[in-house]
């Protein structure tokens, strides 16, 4: 039976703050289900983890031991490159790869460019099937998926996980979608505060779970700080009271009172005082000793994020993008014919269509028409091409701008002071830099291409509550169909090179300014 064992395991990417901390695991497998689900913040190490798991990295401290008959098998987040390992099995013609290229819907002349094929050819959820056919056709014990159904439409991502459930060794899968962590897991590893946490139950019932033994450790430190400032209040009135009761008869004697007044019996009376008040004092303190370790005994794990919101540029024109006719792929070839849509003001949509269908075609086009009429346009788009590179733009944004973005960025669950100085974000880390970018600039339309890509779900969450609010147009192309009812009132689909709109119609006219 495949095992994985941790040992006070330490990883760095830099002399910073290290990523993972004298982590200790132990997994074995498979039990109920094969999958593990992986979640947390951007940034806290879910791939760094994988890639430790995987050999691709060494620990700096620690023991890392992989019990499996073969090395275990990684699907990266990353689909930009054809690796040697997929470029093989798609001419294996065995009965195991032809199995999976058909459950995948998988065909080897996708890649081929005489045929026209190639792997820039491909939308960026064949080139996930074809990482996971690779991968799968290795037959692992242990199966490492970093963000599996990213790019996939509901129709791809269902067939995916219909491969996966009939896995049988053990596998670990980085997931932001819900969806997959509930189908595939029954145990839920949470990554935080550079270490780790296993969790029983798949993600749903395991984050109820932790969440309400959080709120309810906060509720006790809460508690506990509040008891903390009364007692610190108290000692204060005790040692206000202990200086009156010892200065106040000197006192009294400099103002011209009679010396030989002080009998001997108001004498022991005030130093029983004294005492009394020497004696509430030590007590007091005692007390609030007691108090800082009740604050101390409670772990509380430190939160970062809040709400966001989209800045808003009004616009004096009601109709602000239209594409009519035949639209050309990017090779030149007619991909969609008799189009008609309109992005109007203040306007909704969503975007949809299986992988290929030519929604990025649509999306080009409708981008092209924004930009002949000068709309300030927000565009988030599907992958970035390099994610420092977006580190390295926001260093380089003047001090005010840079302050406003990294607002944001903290916003949105990423602590500023540390991705500002690293040269090796995580994806999440950089798509939050892509999209505080936008969120920080006053734009009248907002474009998105698969935001939820690579984000941790409570940033998710954050989002959908930005776009709810935000008075501007609204293109989002998005898989993520719960998303797409909460903020979208009108579709456009794009199937068998045709464009369906239906839907609400335009919003009523709203008042521009600028």
Not at 168 to 183: E, I
Request: one cysteine or more; a negative charge; charged letters at 30%.
């Amino acid at each position: 039976m495949p095992s994985i064992h941790l040992r006070g395991l330490t990883l760095a990417h830099t002399t910073a703050t290290p990523v993972l901390d004298e982590v200790t695991l132990d997994l074995a497998g498979p039990s109920d289900r094969a999958f593990v689900g992986v979640v947390g913040a951007n940034g806290v190490g879910k791939t760094t983890l994988l890639r430790l798991l995987a050999g691709d990295l060494e620990p700096d401290r620690g023991h890392r031991h992989v019990d499996a008959a073969v090395p275990p098998a990684l699907v990266p987040q990353d689909v930009d490159h054809l690796d040697d390992e997929v470029a093989a099995f798609a001419w294996r013609w065995d009965g195991v790869a032809e199995r999976l290229r058909r459950r995948l819907d998988l065909d080897p002349d996708q890649l081929e460019p005489s045929l026209g094929g190639g792997w820039d050819t491909c939308s960026p959820g064949q080139r996930k099937r074809w990482q996971l056919a690779a991968a799968l056709a290795r037959d692992p014990n242990v199966l490492l998926l970093d963000e599996p159904t990213n790019h996939l439409d509901v129709d791809a991502r269902d067939q995916l996980l219909d491969v996966l459930e009939g896995f049988r060794g053990l596998g670990l899968v980085v997931s932001h979608d819900r969806a997959v962590l509930d189908r595939l897991t029954d145990r839920t590893l949470l990554l935080r505060d550079r270490g780790v946490e296993l969790h029983a139950g798949s993600y749903t019932p395991a984050a109820a779970r932790w969440r309400a033994a959080d709120a309810a450790r906060r509720e006790q430190h809460d508690r506990a700080s509040r008891e903390h400032r009364r007692v610190r209040k108290q000692l204060g009135d005790a040692r206000r009271d202990r200086h009156s009761a010892q200065h106040g008869p000197a006192a009294e004697r400099r103002k011209g009172d009679d010396p030989e007044a002080r009998s001997m019996l108001a004498k022991g009376r005030a130093e029983d005082a004294e005492r009394a008040h020497g004696q509430r004092v030590a007590a007091t303190h005692a007390k609030l000793a007691r108090a800082q370790a009740a604050i101390d005994a409670v772990e509380v794990t430190r939160e970062i994020g809040g709400e966001v919101g989209f800045a808003h540029a009004g616009s004096r024109r009601r109709l602000l993008a239209e594409v009519v006719g035949d639209v050309a792929h990017a090779g030149g070839a007619t991909w969609l014919s008799g189009v008609d849509v309109a992005l109007h003001r203040g306007a909704r949509v969503h975007l949809r269509g299986h992988n290929g269908a030519g929604k990025t075609t649509l999306l080009r086009a409708v981008l092209a028409s924004l930009a002949a009429t000068g709309e300030r346009v927000g565009v988030l788009e599907q992958e970035l091409d390099d994610p420092a590179a977006e580190v390295a733009r926001v260093r380089a944004l003047d001090p005010t701008q840079r302050g406003r973005v990294l607002g944001v960025t903290a916003l949105l669950g990423v602590d500023p002071d540390r991705v500002l100085v690293t040269d090796d974000p995580s994806p999440g880390e950089a798509r939050k830099l892509a999209l505080a970018r936008i969120l920080a600039d006053e734009v009248s339309v907002v474009v998105l291409d698969e935001p939820t890509n690579h984000l941790d779900l409570p940033s998710i969450e954050r989002l959908e509550n930005a776009l709810v609010d935000y008075p501007g147009a609204l293109l989002l192309v998005t898989h993520d169909d719960a998303l797409a009812a909460a903020v979208t009132t009108q579709t456009w689909e794009v199937v068998d090179g045709q464009v369906a709109v239906s839907g609400h119609g335009t919003p009523e006219p709203q008042a521009g300014g600028g």
